[in-house]
């Protein structure tokens, strides 16, 4: 075999640690990009926490503390800046809107992404969403306490104390009495039947706290525990025992509203059955639901999309929220003192130091990044800031990869888990992005503006009379859209609204 030497030229992409903790930080959530740059705070001493609003060093986060009203109107950057420094906004003035300086616009500024007022307690304090949704009483607390008014033996109090421990988030019991034997005495089959006989007593109980239908093992048995602890007229009553039939049969043809087979069942004419249904519809499937101690998933936005009259003429200004941006910057007092002893075999703080000074310039350039992807998205979409959903027009993620000179995949990992704050409420960055359909005059129109306009079609028929998937299609065409019926079924259910059948009135 003969030996040689031989030139090639070739081009490789390098993922550096300092380039894969940027793409990473880009696509996280403002909670998960909290927890990182706390679990960064704790790994890294060279990294701190700016407490005073003073600018950062050279190393820190260029964000100016200036208010946001201080800051004066800049264009739309094009793809080659990073966004506006001073401020991190920038307005958007429409030149096709009519403006003509008669907009109130101090009058609905909450709508507008501004701050809303706190809530306060009796004694002034101001109180967050979070401590509002943490301040209800669980439903093990309050069946407890309903407990403590039986007079029950010590067997059986500590047996529904322990089905009341057993409950799910909605109320029910999931597992069998026998299971629940069978875990705390697994190897003593007497005692497991001694068990479920104190569990039997015990579930009797629990049957008649409140909420009604609380204990129970499936809907059917939920729904019957409420009927039974309705009271009312003999009239009510003949009605509540037929509806208790119909729940002893699957429950699938009650969600079918099926009555033709219901009356085949129990033999009840389909006007009284539609009675039942009635009644049963007002019922709580989730009994337990009410009490479930949730932290509510509040949305903070990262973007805050506000509005000024100036010069007679509406602009909108485009701004990051600062409560979601870290403040954070090198330690001057670990990083001077590893400066002045530099040269004594330090090569792991070294490291440490440039780690945090790549995590701070990472976090500024994702911010950098979340506003003129916004700004670009604003800007393309001027109509839904003015008109609403009905007005969005068609966009992909190319057009704004496009623009911004920025791969698609950046633009997709930039607009996940990130939120806009409009005066149509709070979206995520998804949202305004859309495929396009096609009209009569040879146009597009989005498929958002679409779903907002199959909305408004079924927020507006009649219940008695609601309105199919087709005559939903021919109105779209009549008003130029040209939408199949199965996208209309697809759009549909994407927005949670149930077919014509189960729409129609009772």
Known sequence: MKQGLSLRVSQHLALTPQ??????LLQLSTLELSQEVEQMLDDNPFLELAQDAAPREEFGVAVADAPAEDAGPAELPDAGSGGDDEGGATEVEPSDWGGDGSTDVAADDAEWGGDAPARRTDDG????????????ESLQAHLHRQALALRL??????ALRFLIESLDDDGYLEDSLESLAASLAPDDPPQQEELVHHFTVALGLLHHLEPAGVGARNLAECLSLQLRAQGGEADDAELRDLALEVCRHPMELLARRDFRRLAQLTGAPEARLRLVLALIARLDPKPGRRFVDVERNVVVPDVIVTRSLRGGQLRLRVQLNPDVMPRLRVHDIYAGALKAHRGGGHQGLQQRLQEARWFIKNIQQRFDTILRVSNAIVERQKAFFQHGALAMRPLVLREIADELGLHESTISRVTTAKYMSTPYGTFELKYFFGSSLGTETGGNASSTAVRALIQQFVGSEDNRRPLSDSQISEMLKEQGIECARRTVAKYREALRIAPANLRKAL
């Open 153 to 158: 033996n010590e067997a059986d109090t500590a």
């Open 125 to 136: 304090d101001e109180v967050d969403a979070t401590e509002l949704a943490r301040s209800g």
């Open 19 to 24: 380039l894969q903790q940027s793409i990473r």
